[in-house]
């Protein structure tokens, strides 16, 4: 059984930092893509960043590109975002998929989804 397990998540300041944990279990982690989205109230859900762990290549949207940073520890079977500078616009429920890329594709698409981790950027 696929499991994804979102943490991390809390209240900081505009300009914090926080480390958002995707652990993935129940899968061959090496072999799929995880994403990171977010939702934010009242708004659609927005891809933010993803990683294929086949070979490595990443995927970050530009509206973070320069302050989110994701990474894999394949050993622990977890993907990280590091978010920096965070602005209370990144405030949203954040989560991670998991699913077996298309040849084609960077990531994507998934077929497996955990529960969000609440971040709350206060001005």
């Known amino acids: 059984e696929v499991q994804l397990q979102a943490s991390g998540g809390g209240l900081v300041q505009a300009g914090g930092s926080l480390r958002l944990s995707c652990a993935a279990s129940?899968?061959?982690?090496?072999?799929?893509?995880i994403g990171w989205f977010r939702q934010a109230p009242g708004k659609e859900r927005e891809g933010v960043s993803c990683i294929n762990n086949r070979d490595g290549r990443t995927y970050t949207v530009d509206s973070v590109k320069g302050r989110f940073t994701i990474s894999s520890d394949n050993a622990k079977n977890t993907v990280y975002l590091q978010m920096n500078s965070l602005k209370p616009e990144d405030t949203a429920i954040y989560s991670c998929?998991?699913?077996?890329?298309?040849?084609?594709?960077?990531?994507?698409?998934?077929?497996?989804w955990g529960q969000g981790t609440l971040v709350t950027v206060s001005s």
């Open positions: 998929a998991a699913g077996r890329p298309d040849p084609t594709a960077l990531c994507g698409p998934y077929d497996s």
């Open positions: 129940g899968f061959t982690f090496d072999d799929y893509a």
